[in-house]
């Protein structure tokens, strides 16, 4: 996908929806508990961003897009550039920065919470 | 709020009101934090009305601040069209002003300082490419720091704030031996935060702009940088350790050695140890003085009368009174100014016996010292959460006491 047909796909999602999430955490359990959690407000759709074809339902406000890797990493590099919108979310395991699944792995949050905690 | 952004803030307002720009509007304010309430301090001494702070915490919607009511932002909806304009000093300006117009505000809104240099809500052409020449600046100076400490890691401290930075260098030897790392050069904004990553060990210590922080961070999140890791709880836009703050309260201390490094929530914190004599000892009683520090940036500050009780109640007891004051800063009445460097701080209240403090980084720099430690706390809430700042700063072996409405000094 080309440049400025990328941005214009990402303003889509951002007018349509209240959150995206770029889910690069390699995180199989992380990725399920998105897929499943159900948000408080069924009006507020979420979509999460995916570098391979995700076979999962999510739910009724939940949808999984998988992007080809160079789309991936392009939306990937616009937002490690600056923040372009408050609603778009970087959830990645192996940053050079702290991250909410520091606190699944040293056991502060339980996974569930830290689901709870990117989407509500 | 810090003098950089202070002084911004008031050139930025000068030249509104010469403008004219506020002329005949009704003035909002949004987010009710330490940068809003100088601003608020500010308008009022030009005389010029504040209708109220927005803010989105339900518990601040409950207090005021100089009798300016704190309310939801969908107040100022009920405002004619044209009539009014909202200032903003907060670091989440960008947010703010999506969720205002998101709400159908169409009135003007102002940024009154350059807080955040990451954002901008916009992915037009024009602000994709000047955020591209902001990113190849701090490739630049990536690059020039990356050859100037070669096989270093790179810890960037990306804010002036010496609590933050007293946090990152507790924790960051257990972090850089998890990293296989032999060594770091530490980042950091401003002299006060360098003094305290030197009262830690010698690793080298390489001082920043903010403008130039941010744009070098910007370089390191951009290349992906392994060199590199960016040592605080909520800067840049990336780290999103503070919404785990909307599921339960986790303290400043576990958000730092968990949340920002990864480390095991056991891990004892280094202490800082490279303290030097304060040059003006004989100055200070041993075991009868107290010193009090009733200043800090990025905290509410206490009413005046909190801290006469205090000065009123050593001082009965016999004790020397010293205010802890840098530049322009008045020392309370009935004390005396003392000014030591952060190396001296922890010899200097050693010897005088007791120390009373806001909370604020100082008292994050004094935490180990031996002597009678009291810390106060304005009644406020962390940030947007429904935490207040005790649950998330609470000291170990402090005397931590909120002050609220009616505070009364309790007599020792």
């Known amino acids: 996908m080309e440049g400025r047909e990328l941005i214009r796909q990402i303003q889509n999602m951002l007018a349509s929806s209240e959150k995206v999430l770029l889910v ?6 992380i990725e399920r508990l998105l897929s499943e959690r159900s948000k408080r407000d069924p009006q507020k759709k979420v979509v999460l961003l995916s570098e391979h074809n995700v076979n ?8 999984w897009i998988g992007l080809p890797e160079d789309s991936f990493l392009e939306i990937q590099k616009l937002y490690l550039s600056y923040e372009f919108s408050d609603q778009f979310t970087l959830l990645s395991a192996d940053g050079n920065f702290g991250t909410i699944l520091n606190y699944v792995k040293t056991g502060l949050l339980s996974a569930e919470e830290a689901v709870c905690a990117l989407l509500d | 709020m810090d003098k950089a952004h202070y002084e911004e803030m008031c050139e930025n307002l000068k030249n509104m009101i010469q403008r004219g720009t506020l002329a005949d509007k009704k003035i909002y304010l949004f987010g009710h934090c330490n940068a809003t309430e100088a601003l608020a301090d500010t308008l009022m001494e030009k005389e010029i009305p504040v209708c109220a702070i927005l803010d989105n915490n339900e518990e601040k919607q409950k207090i ?11 107040a100022i909806l009920s405002e004619a069209p044209g009539s009014s304009a909202v200032c903003i000093a907060a670091r989440a300006y960008e947010a703010m002003s999506r969720q205002l117009r998101s709400m159908g505000y169409s009135d003007p809104i102002y940024k009154m300082t350059e807080y955040d240099s990451y954002a901008e809500y916009s992915l037009s052409e024009e602000t994709i ?56 050069v530490v980042c950091v904004i401003g002299d006060a935060c360098a003094q305290v990553v030197k009262l830690f060990g010698e690793d080298p210590v390489e001082i920043f702009s903010q403008k130039e922080m941010d744009e070098i961070i910007q370089a390191a999140l951009y290349t992906e940088d392994r060199y590199s890791f960016i040592a605080h709880q909520d800067r840049p836009y990336v780290v999103n350790l503070h919404k785990a703050l909307y599921q339960k309260c986790i303290p400043l201390e576990q958000i730092y050695c968990c949340g920002v490094f990864g480390l095991p929530k056991e891990t004892e914190p280094r202490r800082p140890a490279r303290w030097e004599p304060y040059a003006e000892i004989d100055r200070i009683p041993k075991g009868r ?17 909190v801290w006469r009780q205090i ?33 001296e701080a922890q010899p200097l209240v050693e010897h005088a016996g007791a120390f009373v403090g806001i909370r604020s980084g100082l008292c994050d720099v004094l935490r180990y010292a031996d002597c009678e430690k009291t810390a106060l706390y304005p009644d406020y809430n962390y940030c947007d959460t429904k935490w207040k700042a005790i649950d998330m700063y609470a000291l170990e072996g402090w005397t931590n006491l909120v002050v609220k409405d009616g505070f009364v000094w309790k007599k020792s």
């Open chain 2, 289 to 305: 003085s107290v010193i009090l520090s009733p200043y800090a940036k990025s905290v509410t500050a206490l009413p005046q009368d």
């Open chain 2, 129 to 184: 490419r000047r955020k591209r020449e902001r990113l190849e600046r701090g490739l630049t100076r990536q690059n020039k720091l990356s050859k100037q400490y070669p096989g270093l890691m790179k810890i960037f401290c990306p804010f002036n704030a010496l609590g933050d930075v007293c946090f990152a260098m507790s924790y960051l030897p257990y972090f850089l031996a998890a990293r296989r790392c032999g060594g770091c």
């Open chain 2, 311 to 343: 000065v009123d109640d050593y001082r009965s007891r016999g004790f020397s009174c010293f205010t802890n004051v840098t530049g322009d800063e008045k020392a309370l009445d009935g004390t005396l100014p003392v000014s030591p460097r952060l190396a």
């Open chain 1, 56 to 63: 999962r339902p999510g739910s009724p406000n939940i949808e």
């Open chain 1, 24 to 29: 690069s955490c390699g995180e199989p359990e």
């Open chain 2, 64 to 74: 005021s601040y100089r009798n300016i009511p704190i309310t939801a932002p969908r």
